[in-house]
């Protein structure tokens, strides 16, 4: 089964017995990263010095991307000439992005909706595995890539580069120390061997997402304060 980067990085973060989401905060970044990352592998999307251009506005075939581009391009074209800022698209898209993975991830089968209420008052939803085999598959491609060396194709080197740039490590690999592995992600991120503009989208990606958790955290701190 062919799942995108934001539903991966959705599986990652979603614990599979209590489907309640790891780190839930960043993981938003990330899969919010994700959905542009695969836009701009599927070239429909150019990112380029932190701004963003529609190239191409034909559907990819896939609802949670397609559904995402249509709504990018009529942000970009309602935004001054060069003010098309990823950060940007990537603060306004955060607080939908979530949820239009996991529902893609409940149409697949692949986790289920649980709904309860806290203390019987507030709602909460939750999304236990139900189908632990494309995460089992992603865990594994992780694992060859970051642990044995093996070259990665260009989305896996992708989905490694936004943990990176979210700093996200221990999603991949929660019984491992950072440091243990933060060397290989790095490396697999700086994008050698990839075509160029990919490798520039790559760290570009990475830069714009430890950007935005930077300013994101440095607001929380200065509001509790």
């Given amino acids: 089964m062919h799942v995108t980067l934001a539903e991966e990085l959705m599986l990652l973060s979603l614990d599979d017995e209590s489907g309640v989401a790891k780190d839930a905060a960043t993981a938003a970044w990330a899969v919010t990263g994700g959905i542009l990352a695969e836009l701009v592998l599927a070239e429909r999307v150019a990112l380029d010095d932190g ?3 529609v190239t191409d506005r034909t559907p990819t075939g896939e609802p949670l991307l397609d559904g995402r581009l249509a709504r990018l391009d009529a942000w970009v074209a309602g935004r001054r000439a060069g003010r098309a800022k990823a950060a940007d ?80 490590h221990r999603l991949a690999f929660p019984e491992l120390p950072r440091r243990k592995v933060e060397p290989r992600f790095a490396e697999i991120a700086a994008g050698d061997g990839a075509a160029e503009s990919v490798r520039q989208a ?7 997402m430890a950007a935005v958790i930077a300013a994101t955290s440095a607001a929380t701190t200065a509001a509790s304060a």
């Fill in 89 to 168: 698209w990537l603060t306004k898209d955060r607080s939908t992005a979530v949820a239009d993975a996991v529902g893609r991830l409940c149409e697949r089968g692949l986790v289920v909706e649980e709904r309860r209420r806290a203390l019987g008052i507030f709602p909460v939803r939750r999304y236990p595995e139900a189908d632990g085999s494309v995460e089992r598959e992603l865990r594994e491609r992780l694992a060859a890539t970051v642990l044995h060396g093996v070259e990665p194709d260009v989305r896996t080197a992708t989905l490694v580069a936004v943990l990176h740039g979210t700093r996200l």
């Fill in 51 to 53: 701004r963003l251009t």
């Fill in 202 to 208: 790559m760290r570009t990606m990475q830069l714009t």
